[in-house]
């Protein structure tokens, strides 16, 4: 099927059209089902997916408008294959353990665009395309806050909209100049990102156009300082809004700097090293500190979350292939945690209605299993080794040790930080006696959120002793980004900083 | 004694006359129909007009390019094809709005139907000529036909808005009158392509800048009332208020393509004859036009007043286009318009169907904000339906709005203005708050009263064009490609 791509992006969008027609009572086994037809589809993606190529598989091309250089273009490398695959899986799971009641048809023909637009925004080639989806994207997150939230969900949803709207914006200049460049240099107008990284820019424009393409990832990130829409986010929107929100969109901003920034830009890259490190550092460190102070489980994870896509930006901007692929896995490790926990959260919330620590305390006398696995996924978000969250750090830190042992130093503290908030929250909720009789009474987990969560457990143990066939592809694709961004690269300090695996090398050569 | 007058029938090229004497032609067989029988349904009316109309865009369409005639004040070029284009087509998808389940006075009148078509002509006329008195005809008629027609509906504030727009619209002809004046005296000339001719020969005298200088800001304080510019827009949302819904949209679009054509003729000119303080004068009057648009529509309580000021702030953002003066540029006004049509019909036309003989939401407002809370409770279909062609108007791709903006605003990196695409995405960042504003009100909040009465117009014909406007709104994609392509061709054919 080389039209892979195109099913997996519409899949479930007409499935959402054809929702409307399904009865209310019927809407949540319908979602399911094409949840988990969804995520077959993109298993297959990946057996049919070959793992020696390096390059973009399944491409797909139709013009769309040809005069303007806008075309229909799709395809998929060892970079977002794994994304999209993440993507379809924590909608399933995500669907699986929904506890709404109200509007559930609503939420989940919601959900199902909203799964059409994130796929698309990974398999996207060409920059109109992937601008679409991505702005198409708020939209159904909009009205999940807006509609599920808690008090304040109208304000949360509207800043979270027109803050990443406007970044945008800027980011959606900034590829109309691209374009009028690749026009000027070639007479055709392209937005293909495969055209695009031949352009060889002059740095001036390079710093330029990178600002632009920053102010539109980083606030999708989001990085400090722009990241006070997304406490509001997630401290209102409902467990499944979190969820999604944590595990995939915020994914968004960092795939666009792989994907665009850096292949792009890689000279002003490299002179962005520090700058970018330096507020990756403060956000690390900061946000740390603050879910520290925090009484609320959802805001420690939500700001814990914020904690580690610092990491992730690290990784990025380590340019080696440690680095950087340690960042991609990074990001898986982190959408399947830190939706996990969002989940987790979200059950003892359907069962006092509070998410306070001070409320809670012995709860692993009450609800054994249920503190099992939030301890396992406690443990793979600080980074304990043998859990997913150990591989992608551990990488990161290795490949930025290599820029900057200081800086590196300071990021790894996270590890320690993150340990102390969130063990203190472990201690807090689920040692000591039982001290609320209202905790006395509380029910372990249903089979049904038993089983949503398991196959999250077994990934994070999985991927953490054994994340070879993850590793693989991520990081044959990066290794072929490298060698690119080195012989593009022109000032030769980024030629230097650049670090191009030997193996790669010689493999270059014999070609 | 003077010479006898010889015109051959040849060299008049009646034909380029034809598109606008089948509209006139038109309105006085409806008026005649009258006559004969008073008895005849609206129902009658509006499929005339509409059939006069579809014989008008095949006489337009069939137009050879670059051409001129009776007497050269007529000219056929790209442009004038094109716009003309553009007029019939929004008046055919205006028309229907009419056909209301409800009974509306003006539409009982067949006259209300004949102005519209007389409308339709002086616009056409407006468009097709170069001629400074011929546009200022055409401006007459079509303009004094508006008037009436937003009288005819027939409520207090209705009468305040054609009066305001008569007298404002009165005041704005006197400025072209003046302006005119002062170009004939300045070239002997009427016509555009001569005062072209003589102005290019004598930029270098002394003070010849400075009645040029005055010539251009008489017109363009003209142009600015009608495009509703700022400083000159504050009739327009008052207008817009007291109007009916079919003809506040139909006043967003038609109008102003009109009008567009009018300043590009005139100032496109003085821009080829490279005098840059013009291009200054458009460039400052957009940006503030869109951003104070953009910031008034913030705090406007009433659906109707927003929509105005979102279309005094796209039209800012066309006009900055009309500034770049590159091929690209002028396609992306017309390709704009063409696009932002079918979304500001289709909201148009919501308000239309929810329009009430009184006012049950508030004492001050037809629409206010609180009349469509919680519409996805009622009537979710026209929920998704209201929220599509908002995120539309905010650029949200893929509506066709959005394709409109980035094809403006690639027109101005293009042409070097960088800065200017950037304060575009700004102030389409602003406008995406007002926009929300209102689905945030259709689907976050609870219904004020139990409104079963909501889509109080509802009827068949007006479902047919609610859904022509979305299906066009969604599917803009698909044809923008031939749609920007035959514009393109035009336009650079007419030599812009």
């Known amino acids: 099927m080389d039209n892979i791509l195109s099913v997996l992006v519409f899949f479930p969008a007409i499935a959402g059209l054809l929702g409307f027609v399904v009865d209310k009572k019927s809407a949540r086994a319908y979602g399911i089902t094409v949840a988990a037809i969804e995520f077959l589809l993109s298993l297959w993606l990946w057996f049919s997916f070959d793992t020696a190529n390096a390059g973009m598989q399944f491409v797909e091309m139709i013009p769309l408008i040809p005069d303007f250089g806008v075309n229909y273009y799709l395809g998929v490398d060892g970079i977002s294959l794994f994304i999209i695959i993440m993507a379809t899986l924590m909608t399933l799971i995500g669907m699986m353990s929904m506890s709404i009641e109200t509007d559930v048809k609503n939420m989940i023909i919601t959900l199902l665009f909203l799964e059409m637009t994130m796929v698309g925004v990974f398999v996207a080639l060409d920059a109109i395309i992937f601008y679409l989806f991505w702005e198409l994207s708020l939209v159904p997150m909009l009205y999940i806050i807006g509609a599920w939230g808690g008090p304040l969900r109208v304000y949360a949803s509207i800043k979270f909209f027109l803050y990443t709207f406007m970044g945008s914006l800027i980011m959606l200049v900034g590829m109309l100049f691209v374009a009028y460049v690749y026009h000027n240099l070639t007479g055709v107008w392209s937005f293909a990102i495969t055209d695009w990284y031949a352009l060889v820019l002059p740095v001036d424009y390079q710093l330029w156009l990178f600002m632009a393409f920053f102010l539109g990832f980083a606030i999708k990130v989001p990085m400090f300082p722009f990241h006070t829409w997304l406490p509001y986010a997630h401290g209102q929107a409902p467990t499944i809004g979190s969820v999604i929100l944590a595990a995939v969109l915020l994914k968004m901003g960092t795939y666009g700097f792989v994907r665009f920034s850096l292949p792009m830009f890689p000279d002003a ?225 980024a030629k230097e900083i650049i670090k191009v695996p030997q193996s790669v090398t010689k493999a270059g050569e014999v070609k | 004694m003077l010479e006898p007058i010889k015109v051959s029938l040849e060299s008049l090229n009646l034909i380029t006359l034809a598109p606008m004497l089948i509209a006139i032609a038109g309105g006085l067989v409806i008026l005649v129909l009258d006559l004969i029988n008073e008895k005849l349904d609206k129902s009658l009316y509006v499929m005339l007009t509409i059939l006069i109309l579809i014989v008008d865009f095949g006489a337009t369409i069939g137009l050879n390019v670059n051409e001129r005639g009776f007497f050269d004040v007529m000219l056929i070029d790209g442009i004038s094809i094109i716009s003309q284009l553009l007029i019939i087509v929004a008046s055919i998808l205006f028309t229907p709005l009419a056909l209301t389940s409800k009974r509306f006075h003006e539409y009982s009148y067949p006259e209300f139907f004949a102005l519209f078509l007389f409308m339709v002509a002086g616009f056409q006329f407006m468009v097709a000529s170069d001629n400074l008195i011929l546009i200022f005809v055409g401006l007459e008629t079509a303009s004094l036909s508006l008037y009436t027609l937003i009288a005819l509906h027939n409520r207090s504030n209705s009468y305040e808005a054609a009066v305001k727009y008569f007298t404002m619209g009165a005041l704005a002809a006197g400025f072209f009158a003046m302006g005119s004046a002062v170009v004939y005296a300045l070239t002997g000339s009427i016509e555009l392509y001569q005062v072209a001719q003589v102005l290019s020969t004598r930029l270098g005298e002394p003070g010849i800048m400075a009645a040029i200088f005055g010539s251009s800001v008489l017109l363009m304080v003209t142009l600015a009332f009608k495009l509703s510019l700022f400083p000159f827009h504050t009739w327009a949302p008052d207008v817009y208020e007291g109007a009916s819904a079919p003809l506040a949209g139909y006043m967003s679009i038609v109008p102003k393509i009109a009008s567009f054509v ?79 049509m079918f979304t500001n019909l289709g909201a148009f036309a919501m308000l239309w169907i929810s329009r009430h003989k009184v006012r049950r939401f508030n004492a001050r407002f037809d629409h206010p904000y609180e009349k469509f809370a919680g519409l996805i409770q009622i009537m979710p279909m026209g929920a998704v339906i209201m929220a599509l062609f908002m995120l539309s108007l905010a650029g949200v791709p893929p509506f066709s709005v959005f394709w409109g903006k980035i094809y403006v605003m690639q027109a101005a990196v293009n042409a070097g203005y960088v800065w200017l695409a950037i304060v575009m995405g700004l102030n389409s960042a602003i406008a995406a708050y007002y926009y929300l504003k209102l689905i945030v009100y259709m689907f976050l909040k609870d219904p004020v009263k139990d409104v079963d009465v909501v889509y109080y117009n509802l009827s068949r014909p007006l479902m047919a064009v609610i859904g022509l406007a979305a299906v066009a709104t969604i599917a803009a994609i698909f044809y923008a490609q031939p749609l920007v392509s035959y514009l393109y061709y035009m336009i650079s054919a007419s030599g812009y």
């Open chain 1, 269 to 493: 890259s490299v002179m962005m090293i520090t700058p970018i490190a330096v507020l990756s550092i403060i956000m690390v460190i900061y946000t740390a500190m603050v879910a520290y102070a925090q009484k609320d489980m959802k805001q420690v994870i939500a700001y814990s979350s914020v904690s580690h896509m610092g990491i992730i930006m690290i990784g990025i901007f380590a340019m080696n292939a440690e680095g950087i692929g340690g960042s991609v896995f990074q990001m898986l490790s982190h959408g399947i945690v830190s939706g996990a926990l969002f989940m987790l959260v979200g059950i003892i919330y359907d069962r006092r209605h509070t998410k306070l620590m001070s409320e809670f305390g012995g709860l692993a006398a009450v609800m054994p299993k249920y503190a099992v696995i939030f301890g396992i996924m406690l443990m793979a978000s600080v980074g304990l080794p043998l859990t997913i969250g150990f591989v992608g750090e551990f990488l990161v830190l290795l490949g930025f040790y290599e820029v900057s042992p200081i800086m590196t130093i300071l990021a790894g503290t996270s590890i320690i930080i993150g340990a102390v908030y969130m063990l203190s929250v472990f201690k807090k909720s689920f040692f000591g006696p039982v001290t609320n009789e209202e905790n006395k009474k509380l029910k372990d987990l249903t089979p049904r959120e038993t089983w949503s969560l398991v196959p999250l457990v077994a990934i994070v143990i999985w991927l953490g002793v054994y994340p070879k066939p993850v590793l693989d592809p991520i990081n044959k694709s990066v290794n072929a980004m490298l060698v690119f961004m080195e012989e593009k690269a022109i000032t030769a300090e």
């Open chain 2, 262 to 340: 009018v300043a590009i003729r005139i100032f496109g000119m003085y821009l080829d004859l490279g005098i840059e303080w013009v291009r200054v004068m458009i460039l400052i009057l957009a940006v503030i036009t869109m951003t104070v648009a953009n910031l008034m529509a913030l705090v406007q309580e009433d659906v109707k007043r927003m929509l105005a000021y979102s279309s005094i702030s796209h039209a800012g953002f066309i006009m900055a286009a009309m500034a770049l003066d590159t091929t690209e540029g002028t396609t992306s006004i017309f390709f704009y318009y063409g696009l932002f």
